[in-house]
């Protein structure tokens, strides 16, 4: 059965460098069929979409466990390298009830947040010691059945993880993480299947968890059934180091020589990189997922995101160790934080900010057609007020640039995925996600 709707926006962004007033657009299904600017006034029919509508988000890059850690690592300093350890201690823990419980909360947010499709990077794979669930791929599909309950799309970026560092063995928590070699891992995703609303991906963890063999074999595997394929890049520089010393070539050299590289490929982080990594992730038509919020809480640094693009990268957005979940303040931090490191403002404009939260993200995700709002693309709608504290006053011809400088997650008001409301009023349709997100916390945490 489909079901036609007309939805009548106020203000709406179609892509270009201002939002339009009285936007029409009309859905069948799951796609907008068409769009008409200049609309003074609903017809009767029409749902109408009060405050500035938004094409859906994409958080390209996510890892739903670690919202159990929000506000449990901040104190007693430390680094990168120390806060991975807390993160161990929780991954220990989980078994795939408890992972499903808090991955469908922590979707849950994001929905509320106007995240429509999410990038799930997930390496939980096994149980403990490594020993494998009756059906390998039960922690997989927890996550793309906790996506489908939060009411929001999924790419399983299911990532490859085989040493616990370059030349090292895998410790008691990362031996859950392992398939043992390539191939076996490429048996198990092999089993695991796309399904409306749910997409597979590949990811390589990174260079320190994937041999630059066992790289290409990923990478020959994502190309032959033309997936999208993820890699956490030179987060921090003593992987670089490392990396250097081990192969005589950058992470981005290894993945490159690999054959990693290309059009579905998306470099995750990509902050401490050399002049040659921009220019081979850039003249590759790679993506860069950057992580502003997770990056500078985990003090990795700040990616040279003008200079990607520059090159040619898009640039996409994820909210990765979930320390917020608000693609409004990533997309923003990805300007601010360069301003910081440059003295110079406007490096990213509001409308190509804009586009990596959207259109960009889902791309890199293997959803082509979502995140924008044209015929043709799926029906994804996120509807902001304009009438709270934080965006009163905007004015039309400036709207985008107060939503993307000012606003936060808390200004979503309504959220339409593939033409299904699954927020409304800025309250979620089936959970109740603060509780979800307290409860499967405190039993994760237990
Ligand atoms: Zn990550």
Redesign the pocket.
């Known amino acids: 059965m489909t079901t036609r709707s007309t939805y009548w926006c106020e203000l709406a962004w179609l892509g270009s460098e201002r939002a339009q007033q009285g936007v029409e657009v009309e859905v069948d299904g799951e796609l907008i069929t068409a769009v008409r600017a200049g609309v003074a006034a609903p017809s009767a029919d029409a749902v109408r979409l009060t405050g500035l509508t938004l094409p859906g988000f994409a958080n390209a ?1 996510s ?1 739903a466990f670690h919202r159990a850690l929000r506000g449990r690592t901040q104190r007693g300093g430390g680094s990168f390298w120390t806060w991975r350890e807390q993160m161990y201690e929780l991954a220990a823990r989980l078994d795939p009830e408890t992972y499903f419980r808090l991955a469908r909360a922590t979707f849950g947010e994001m929905a509320l947040a106007g995240i429509t499709s999410v990038g799930e ?1 997930h390496y939980l794979h096994h149980g403990a010691g490594g020993e494998p669930y009756g059906d390998p791929n039960e922690t997989g599909k927890a996550m793309i059945a906790a996506a489908g309950e939060a009411g929001i799309r999924i790419t399983l970026l299911d990532a490859c993880y085989l040493h616990g560092g370059i030349g090292e063995p895998l410790n008691e928590v990362q031996r859950r993480f392992s398939d043992g070699d390539a191939e076996a891992w490429a048996a198990r995703a092999e089993a695991l299947a796309d399904a409306p609303g749910s997409r597979i991906g590949a990811a390589i963890h990174s260079v320190r968890a994937v041999d630059p063999g066992s790289c290409a074999t990923v990478a020959a595997w994502a190309a032959a059934g033309e997936r999208p394929l993820h890699a ?1 890049v030179s987060e921090q520089p003593v992987e670089n180091e490392a990396c250097l010393a081990a192969h005589g070539a950058t992470p981005i050299g290894v993945l490159e020589r690999a054959g990693v590289l290309g059009p579905r490929f998306a470099a ?1 982080h990509a902050t401490h990189l050399t002049c040659a990594d921009i220019v081979a992730l850039g003249g590759s038509g790679s993506t860069c997922c950057l ?1 502003p919020t997770t990056e500078r809480d985990l003090a990795d640094g700040i990616g040279p995101a003008r200079a990607l693009a520059e090159a040619g990268s898009s640039l996409a957005l994820g909210s ?2 979930q320390a917020v979940i608000d693609s409004f303040e990533e997309a923003r931090a990805v300007e601010l934080d360069e301003r910081l490191a440059s003295g110079e403002r406007g490096r990213h404009d509001p409308v190509s900010l804009l586009h990596a939260a959207t259109r960009d993200g889902h791309a890199c995700l293997g959803w082509p057609r979502t995140g924008s709002i044209e015929p043709g693309a799926t029906a994804d709608l996120v509807t902001i007020g304009l009438d709270g504290v934080r965006l009163a006053g905007a004015t039309p011809d400036l709207v985008l640039d107060a939503a993307v400088f000012a606003a936060t997650s808390a200004d979503v008001e309504r959220v339409i995925c593939g033409g299904r409301e699954i927020v409304r009023d800025g309250a979620h349709s089936r959970l109740d996600v603060a509780r979800e997100l307290r409860d499967s916390m405190a039993e994760a945490l237990r």
């Open positions: 890059h890892h990077f956490h995750v992580c990765d160790s």
